[in-house]
Structure formats: C-alpha cells, structure tokens
C-alpha cells in the first residue's frame, strides 16, 4: 500500500513523500500513527549532514535520502500470522519506527500502552529511555547530588527521572535563559548559565565541594570539560550527548585520572538487547517502566509537550530546527489527518 513518510531528501531539506508500506509479515505488525515524537540532536545531525550513529567515521561523507523518526504512537491496523499478544485496535508505542503514516514492523518493537498514558506522551517514550539509561549507568543513590549539562528534550527528561530517582540537588545546567526556566518548571533543583563567570564556583556551592553524577547532553567537548570541572571525588559522568566533533583536548590526569572519574559511554545502543540486568535494562523494559512513572505521576511527559505540527509542515518545522537557537522542547507530528 502507499502511505505517507517525512524524508530528508538532501541537507536542511525535509519533505513529506509518498513511499511504500509492505503487509505485515508473520511476525509483524502494521501500525498506523497518531503521534511521532522529534529526537531535536539526532534528527538535526541527520538533516545537516552530521555524523550518526555508532562507529561511524568522522570524516565520513553524508549520504541522502535520509529517514529519522524513532519514537512515536498509534493504533495497530493489521497483525501477521504468528502475532498472539497484540490485536487490532491496540493502543501501541512504536520504536525504532520512522515518521510515517502507516509503518509496518517487527512485533518486539511495539509495546502496548496502558489505559491512562495517552498516545501523545507515549510517542516520546522511547527518547525518554536514554536518559533512563544513562541514569541506571551511573549507579545513582538516594541523596547524591546530580548536574544536567544541556536541557533538550534528553536533558529535561533526564531533570524530572533524576529527581524521580532521588538525587538532591538536582542542578540543570544551559546557556539558554527559557530552556533554563523550563527545566525549573520540570523539577530542577537549581538553574545555572554554563557561560557565568563564576559557573563553577555556584555548583561546588550547591553541590557541598562536587557532583556525585552527572548526565551530560551538550555533545559538545566544552560542556564535558565543565562537567569534570566540578565532579566530587569517584563522580560518575554519564556521555549521553553523542560528541560528534574530536576536535577539542581534556586534562585526563588532572580531570580524570587523579580524581578517580568514571566516563560512561551513555548511547542508546550500548544496552543489552534481550535480558536486562542491574543497571543495564532494555529498551522495550525501559519503556515498560515509564508507563508505570508516568501512571504513578512520578514524571510528567505531558508537560514535555510544546508544540503538535502536522506532518505536511515538516519542511518549515525542520527549518526551525535547523536554525533556531531555542527550538522547542518537546515537538510532535499528529498524523491523524495525513491519509
């Protein structure tokens, strides 16, 4: 069948193309989208031509189409022949999907959604599952003081599931003055501007001498030097942010080295696939987890919510994205319309 799907067709350009949608295999699923949620880092390396992915050379030539799109939610429409736990009219999270209006794939990579979790805040389920991640990499106790180095959707997710889990002062960290205020509104402890002066003196303060943890989301080499500035002695410090560019040079043995630091290699691919593990869950029982933060009211993924677009604005939205300083934090494409 034909259906719709937004392709990055060269760089900076966003277009909503007709494609191909196959039936669904035995053990598959078609799903037809109500929700997809943007993943603002990933899907902004892709539409420039950024390096993406795991092992991917720096240097390497970008290469067009290109296809984004992996968290989002919607309604099960047809079921293969094998499938005996999903139905249609299921309620679905969809990850490691695309943006498109009818997707059909493997049943391990749907989840039914719980009465009570609407499809919008699911659509962003899985890239709150990052954060998670990282969080559960750092082995954080209750009472360690924890830092957020940048606050996109990653870094605000990661604000409210820090907190969630228990660290006091949770100190959310960006040059950006709404993106600082929104993360207060999320649950930030304290907000602080990386550029002040007096940056690292303000979070030795409020942290009583150093971070116990920290998530670091900027994928920028400046923010993770920062980070190290004010880690507490044996700190953790989660790479969530994917440090496309090499180009910068850190002090291993006074920052690193000496201190006992511990760098943590935070992508979303470095998980277990199958069985998950003290620290090291899957995606699909992150996932499961979040259903219940979300139905216990511990985070709050409807305030995540900034803007819903339809699919036929891609171009304009990825303009934005391309090029704005602020771009909001939370953005989905309701596909409901789009036949």
Not at 13 to 24: D, H, R, T
Not at 217 to 226: A, C, E, N, P, R
Not at 263 to 275: S, V
């Amino acid at each position: 069948m034909i259906t719709k799907q937004i392709i990055f067709t060269e760089p900076g350009k966003a277009e909503l193309l007709e494609v191909e949608c196959a039936e669904p295999k035995e053990n598959e699923v078609t799903v037809e989208l109500v929700y997809s949620a943007i993943s603002s880092g990933t899907e902004k390396a892709n539409l420039i031509g950024q390096r993406n992915g795991v092992d991917i050379r720096e240097d390497a030539e970008a290469k067009y189409p290109r296809a984004v799109g992996y968290s989002a939610s919607g309604v099960v429409v047809a079921v293969g022949s094998a499938v005996r736990d999903l139905a249609l009219g299921d309620r679905v999270i969809v990850f490691w999907g695309k943006h498109k209006k009818r997707i059909t794939i493997h049943q391990k990579n749907v989840l039914k959604i719980p009465e009570g979790v609407s499809l919008a805040e699911a659509s962003m389920a899985l890239i709150a599952t990052f954060p998670l991640a990282a969080i559960r990499k750092t082995h954080l106790e209750l009472g360690e003081s924890a830092l957020v180095m940048g606050l996109g959707i990653l870094g605000v997710f990661a604000v409210q599931l820090l907190k969630a889990a228990g660290a006091y002062p949770v100190i959310a960290v960006d040059p950006v003055r709404e993106r600082r205020e929104f993360a207060r509104e999320m649950g930030a402890d304290f907000v602080l501007d990386p550029t002040e002066e007096d940056f690292v003196a303000k979070v030795l303060e409020l942290s009583e001498g150093g971070v116990n943890v920290c998530i670091e989301v900027t994928g920028l080499g400046i923010g993770l030097i920062q980070a190290l500035d004010v880690m507490a002695m044996m700190g953790r410090v989660a790479l969530l942010g994917c440090t496309r560019s090499s180009k910068f040079e850190i002090d291993y043995y006074g920052k690193v080295h000496g201190r006992g630091i511990s760098l943590i290699g935070a992508h979303t691919m470095a998980r277990p696939k199958n069985d998950s593990s003290c620290g090291l869950w899957t995606d699909r029982d992150d996932l499961h987890a979040l259903m219940k933060l979300i139905l216990g009211k511990r985070v709050n993924f409807q305030g995540m919510i900034q803007e819903i677009h339809s699919p036929a604005e891609a171009g304009e939205v990825y303009t934005r994205l391309a090029t704005e300083k602020n771009f909001p934090i939370g953005v989905l494409f309701d596909w409901k319309e789009i036949e």
